[in-house]
């Protein structure tokens, strides 16, 4: 779960989460993405990105407003 205030949603916030979503996906499917990337040819940062971005749907939030 992660705790946002909600009058701090500001795009350093919003960079914040991206990059802990971009954390947790690397150690969890860190070699499958280099993997895939190599097989199709693909960047891996971009997959990554991509992947933090989908991931940000799963977290639970809980806004202090």
């Given at each position: 779960?992660?705790?946002?205030?909600y009058n701090n949603l500001d795009d350093?916030?919003?960079?914040?989460?991206?990059?802990?979503?971009?954390?947790?996906?690397?150690?969890?499917?860190?070699?499958?993405?280099?993997?895939?990337?190599?097989?199709?040819?693909?960047?891996?940062?971009?997959?990554?990105?991509?992947?933090?971005?989908?991931?940000?749907?799963?977290?639970?939030?809980?806004?202090?407003?």
């Amino acid at each position: 779960m992660i705790h946002l205030n909600y009058n701090n949603l500001d795009d350093e916030t919003q960079q914040r989460l991206l990059s802990m979503s971009k954390k947790d996906i690397e150690k969890r499917f860190g070699e499958q993405l280099k993997n895939y990337a190599r097989e199709h040819f693909e960047n891996y940062q971009t997959l990554l990105e991509e992947e933090a971005i989908r991931n940000l749907y799963n977290y639970r939030y809980i806004f202090k407003i």
